[in-house]
Nanobody, 124 residues
Framework: QVQLVESGGGLVQAGGSLRLSCAASGRTLSTYIMSWFRQAPGKEREFVAAVSRSGADTNYAGSVKGRFTISRDNAKNTVYLQMSSLKTEDTAVYYC?????????????????WGQGTQVTVSS
């Protein structure tokens, strides 16, 4: 199995940037498709971004496309989410998720492994 730990969350002003990290342990990270999801208070967890095992292919939710960038460094067993031009509506707990396979699914049910989440708060 793989264990995931997110970090890098915090408070940032609207228009600012923040970089989230997801450190993996256990099995080799290159085995897994990696994604970021987020969950705002009172809302369901929603897809943010996914990256293929090699890092060559990505998928983004329309709400973050052009502002967020997902990347991975398999040698460091780490996945990143670079967030720019942040908006107040980006405020949520951000979760790192992993799945075995080669398809960039966007639904929570397709991911077997999850981190505990890191809080991102964007102030106006």
């Amino acid at each position: 199995q793989v264990q995931l730990v997110e970090s890098g969350g915090g408070l940032v002003q609207a228009g600012g940037s923040l970089r989230l990290s997801c450190a993996a342990s256990g099995r080799t990270l290159s085995t897994y498709i990696m994604s970021w999801f987020r969950q705002a208070p009172g809302k369901e967890r929603e897809f943010v971004a996914a990256v293929s095992r090699s890092g060559a292919d990505t998928n983004y939710a329309g709400s973050v496309k052009g502002r967020f960038t997902i990347s991975r460094d398999n040698a460091k067993n780490t996945v990143y989410l670079q967030m720019s031009s942040l908006k107040t509506e980006d405020t949520a707990v951000y979760y790192c998720a992993a799945r075995a396979g080669n398809l960039l699914y966007t639904t929570t049910g397709e991911y077997a492994y999850w981190g505990q989440g890191t809080q991102v708060t964007v102030s106006s």
